[in-house]
């Protein structure tokens, strides 16, 4: 779990300052390495790559979707304007490694998923602007929406992240007892 959650700040400060910094390659080439060790360590690796497919889609639409209404510009992407960065997406993608390991734990405690969600959303954007990686333009309506999306996508991915666990626990047949 430590390395999990290292391996995210590791790849989450590459791909911030990274960006911030005219580099916004830094970000993935850091991120995918990370990304890949963690698919080969799951136990069930065909699960793990869908829910990595399935969180990149949902977190890139919505940050796309952010980027369309003008709320967030980012700068030195390398990108056109209007496409969202390549280290965003390495991020989705990061931030889905900590699903199944370091933030397992919130699958059962939705109203704190959604606390989490709620406050965390917001920290981190606001995080990537204080950095120098983005730009918040529409503030006040941006920071109630990243709010209320990330209060819905937290325990959602968390509840997607349960159906596609590469890192279930192995049921061993053996101390199995039968009554």
């Not at 059962?108 to 920290?123: K, N, Q, R, V, Y």
């Not at 995080?127 to 730009?135: C, E, N, T, V």
Request: proline letters at 6%; hydrophobic letters at 60%.
């Amino acid at each position: 779990m430590l390395i999990n959650f290292l391996g995210f700040q590791l790849g989450w400060f590459s791909c911030v300052l990274g960006a911030a910094h005219g580099m916004p390659w830094l970000g993935p080439l850091i991120t995918l390495p990370i990304v890949a060790l963690h698919v080969a360590s799951a136990r069930i690796i065909r699960a793990e790559l869908l829910l990595l497919t399935i969180v990149t889609l949902i977190g890139s639409v919505f940050d796309q979707l952010l980027l369309l209404q003008g709320w967030i510009q980012y700068p030195a992407s390398g990108w056109p304007a209007t496409l969202l960065p390549i280290w965003m997406v390495a991020l989705w993608m990061l931030f889905c490694t900590t699903l199944n390991v370091s933030l397992r734990w919130m699958r059962l405690h939705t109203l704190t998923a959604m606390i989490f969600g709620f406050m965390g959303g917001p920290l981190a954007y606001l995080g990537g602007q204080r950095l120098g990686a983005m730009i918040l333009v529409e503030p006040k309506p941006l920071i109630l929406t990243l709010a209320l999306g990330w209060g819905l996508l937290m325990p959602a991915l968390l509840w997607i992240s349960k159906r596609f666990d590469g890192y279930a626990p192995v049921l061993n047949v053996e101390t199995v007892q039968v009554v």
